[in-house]
Structures are given as structure tokens and as C-alpha cells.
């Protein structure tokens, strides 16, 4: 890419504007999100054998001391539209730090992670015991896992005439099952009277690459759907018919391009490229639209685990959208290069405190002062 054509891109940037239009989002699937204050090819962090000074980027800009950090990350997409937005005003302020994020999904962040092929990894759902155990064996000491915002997954659609969809249990447990095929099914049919529902075949539409966004939404349907045979993955086997789309970015476009389509995206996706998002039932009876205040309300009073690894599947708050959950950064305990893991830790504490603005423009949960506390607290491991 040239840079005429750089710049024509980041003129409507969601990361430097704040802003995701349609056309622009487009382009961003298009280049799989990967774009962020420097293009460049991940480097490995090995506790071993780190990258040398030399593989650094030439995008790097450097501190006014001559020195310079040039940070590569991947992982899930779930946050992604936060991570990049971060990164760039994080480089504003602080000019010889520049990151890179590739927007890979979570199966894809953990995999490069545990192989050493980047500085840092993202994913939506908590390292597996076997994950931890190949780490330890290679790199002979334990992973570091913190979170860093919370969100929610939704339902978006794109039915015509449609615009204030609520799906009850039933309704949404079997959509995403296969039971249900119509859209003028009588579970659905009956919490949405006055609806213009139409007698055509539902198109449901799922990740097709391995998704932390995925797990969140099968650590909900396996506690709220009881005919959920499927299990609870970043990958599972969905019934025929159904359609996958790659990334948070490949399924919204995949929804607003197909008639009559359903699907899970993470709420912020689906509000910068204004789809509408059904209400549904929570585990109170209770219908919820997903905003942001009804996904933070489904941790209060959940206790934080020594490993900072919060699940909550199902919250029995009367106020919670039920289908909410943290992402988490992977980060390695020790490296030689001691410059990138101070500046790592820098830009993960100034995100949780300065950065938690931009959290909640974009539509995430921030983390609380405690849990911000205790990611703290795992920082001051990383060497």
C-alpha cells in the first residue's frame, strides 16, 4: 500500500476518528482489521530467544532518546475496534511506542501466542489447562492473563420492516439450534405482535474460524438452552444450512449483505455499523436490549478468581444482558528484551486507567477500580 493510498484510507479511520461507516468498515474486512499505527510483521517474543533489535519494523518512530518500542499483537476480534482505537492514541502520547494488532480472531491469537510469533496475545476466552501446560513446557514458567474490557455478544439481524425484534429463550435457543426455521414461527411471532414477520427461511449466520466470541456465545446457550447438544468451544459443528463468516467484521457484513439473516456479533460491532440488535430474554424472564449498562451489570458481585479468568454464562441480575463476558491480553513472563515489556506494561495500564473512556464511547464494559487493582498486581510479574 502506498502512502496516497494510506492516506486516503485513515482520512475516515475508524481508529483515529472514533467513528466506523459503512464503507470504511468494508475496507477494513477487506484487510482483515490489521490495520493499526504500523502494518508490520509480528515479531516473536520468546523468553529464549527474543527478536533482536535489528527485526525491528522501519515504521517504528523513535523516542526523542534515539530508543523505540515497536510492539506486534493478535488475537481476538471481539475488542478489536477498542484495541486499535487505544493503540493509536496511546502512540499520540507516546511516540516511540508503536503496536500492531492483526485482528485474527481468538483460536488464531492463542496459537501465535503459544508459538512465540508475537509480543503479545488477545483472546475471548480463558486459556484451556492443556494451553497453560504447552506454555509452561516451553517457556518453563506460567502465562500471564489479564483482562482488559468487558462486552457483549448480541443478536443482529436484517429483517426488513423488523425494527424492534425480542426473542424470548425459546425463541433464540431454537434459531440458533436449527428448530426453528421461519421468522413467522409462533415463539417468535408471539413477543413481537404487530410485526410484520415474514414467511421466509431464517439465515443464520456464525463464526467460521476458531472464536473467543464464539465460546462466550456457547457458555451461554449451553446453560440457557436445554436442547444445546453442541458444546462449548471457540469451534463447534453447527447444523446444515447455516452460513459462517470469518471475524466480528465478516459476520456483520455477511448479516447486512443476506436477507432475512441472523447472527452474533459483539455489541460494538453491530452499533458502529448500525444494525439493529434484538432485545432477549434474560435468566430473570426479563427482555433486555444490549446496551452497554445491562452488560456491565452482569458482573456486579461476580467473584474474580485468582487467575482473573471471570466466566459468567448466564447472570442472574434482573437488569443484565445475559450474554456478556471479558477479553483477555496474553502476555509473556519474561523477555530479553527488557525495553518492549516495559513498554507493554505501560500501554495495558495506561488503557485500563486513561483508555477508559474510550471503552465506553465504543460501547465496552471498563473494568472496576478492584479488577484493574489486580491486573495491576499480575503486571508486576512480567520482566
Known sequence: MNDR???????ENPVATGRLRPTVWTALTALSIGITVSSCTPKSPDVATPPSDGAAPSATVPAADGKGSALSGAGATFPAPLYQRWFADYNKANPGTQISYQSVGSGAGVEQFLAGTVDFGATDAPLKPEERTKFKTKYGAEPIQVPMTGGSVVFAYNLDGVKDLKLSRAAYCGITTGAIKKWNDPEIAKANPGA????SAIQFVHRSDGSGTTFQFTNHLKVACPTWTAGVNKSISWPQ??????GNEGVSAQIKQTPN????????YAKQTDMPMAEIENKSGKLIAPTPAAGEAAFVGEKVPADL??????S??????PISGLTWLLLYPQSKDAAKQTALKSVVEWALTTGKAT???????????SLVAKVK?????VK
Open 5 to 11: 493510498q494510506i492516506k486516503q484510507l485513515t482520512s
Open 196 to 199: 410484520k414477520l415474514p414467511d
Open 241 to 246: 444450512g447455516m452460513t459462517g463468516a470469518k
Open 261 to 268: 439473516a441472523i447472527g452474533y456479533v459483539e455489541y460494538s
Open 309 to 314: 479468568a471471570l466466566l459468567v454464562p448466564d
Open 316 to 321: 442472574a441480575n434482573p437488569n443484565a444482558y
Open 359 to 369: 471503552a465506553t464511547e465504543l460501547g465496552y464494559v471498563p473494568l472496576e477500580d
Open 377 to 381: 498486581a499480575e503486571l508486576s510479574k
